[in-house]
């Protein structure tokens, strides 16, 4: 095993010729220089150089590897450099996965007020929704993963092996057509509206909608299901039935012809940023997670 600091000593005294203009170089004694040369022809198991009296030379094993060490401690200086870089936040790179209505409210503030704090850190955003985003971070495809769920589904344990930054608790509203019978109304039972077609969003949200409408006692009758929260607000707005949004996702779209109800009993998500417990202490990361909490309290 060659090390790095013999690699330097080997070098200072090619270049200088002796071990005591090698130590005044390097700011130590000659027996250390001596001491540290004689441990890395150990280490190689070859004399690297040939000592007549006062004069001093190179074998050939010695000069391979002084050629070699100039390449060797370069590439060493210029990774010191960048870790350094990094570390300080003067670089570095973050892949965040969001889902959509995370992607177009807290991602842009937070991605905003990171470029003007840290402008040499890079964020490449990818949209997924939960639980594919969590599966990208465990598979190491994505550095943090905004997710969501419902209250009272999954427990403790789907996020375990996870950091879980709380974001916040986003409420649901109904979404109705501007001319429906509950258009004006203060708030809404989901009860209320069993007898209406429903337009769906993403298979979680879908999932959420059918276990929260049996707990109401009824199903529902999805006639359109789409990802695409725009696509909700304009099916509502046609006419065409009625949903059940995050707020979030309201303040996303701008509904058109379509009027939201407060939903009572309430029905939240939790709003998370997730990530691995050894990227949390990435400083680009951290701070990423930082400016997603400021988002949040905005």
């Not at 909608?209 to 046609?238: C, K, M, N, Q």
Request: hydrophobic share 45%.
């Amino acid at each position: 095993m060659i090390e790095v600091r013999h690699l330097r000593v080997l070098r200072a005294v090619a270049t200088t010729g002796s071990f005591s203009a090698a130590g005044r170089q390097l700011g130590c004694t000659q027996p250390a220089v001596s001491q540290q040369m004689k441990a890395l022809e150990a280490s190689v198991g070859t004399p690297l150089l040939v000592r007549n009296g006062r004069e001093m030379r190179l074998t050939q094993a010695g000069e391979a590897l002084v050629r070699h060490a100039g390449g060797i401690l370069a590439g060493l200086t210029a990774a010191e450099e960048e870790v350094a870089a990094i570390a300080g936040l003067r670089a570095g790179r973050v892949r965040l996965v969001s889902f959509p209505s995370g992607s177009s409210t807290l991602v842009p503030a937070a991605l905003a007020a990171l470029r003007a704090a840290h402008p040499g850190t890079r964020v490449f955003l990818e949209e997924a929704e939960p639980p594919r985003s969590v599966e990208m971070l465990r598979e190491g495809d994505c550095d943090i993963a905004l997710a969501f769920r419902y209250e009272g589904s999954g427990g403790p344990e789907e996020w375990e092996d996870l950091v879980v930054r709380p974001l916040l608790s986003d409420r649901l509203v109904a979404l109705v057509p501007e001319r429906h019978r509950l258009a004006g109304a203060a708030s809404v039972a989901l009860g209320e509206l069993a007898d209406e077609a429903w337009i769906a969003g993403c298979p979680r949200c879908r999932g959420q909608l059918v276990e929260a409408a049996g707990s109401a006692g009824f199903t529902p009758r999805i006639d359109f299901a789409t990802d695409d929260y725009p696509a909700v607000v304009g099916l509502v707005g046609a006419g065409l039935g009625v949903a059940v949004l995050p707020q979030l996702a309201i303040e996303s779209v701008r509904p058109r012809h379509a009027r939201t109800v407060t939903l009572e009993p309430a029905v939240r998500r939790e709003i998370v940023a997730l990530t691995l417990p050894d990227l949390a202490q990435v400083p680009a990361v951290a701070a990423t997670l930082d400016e997603l909490g400021r988002a949040a309290r905005r």
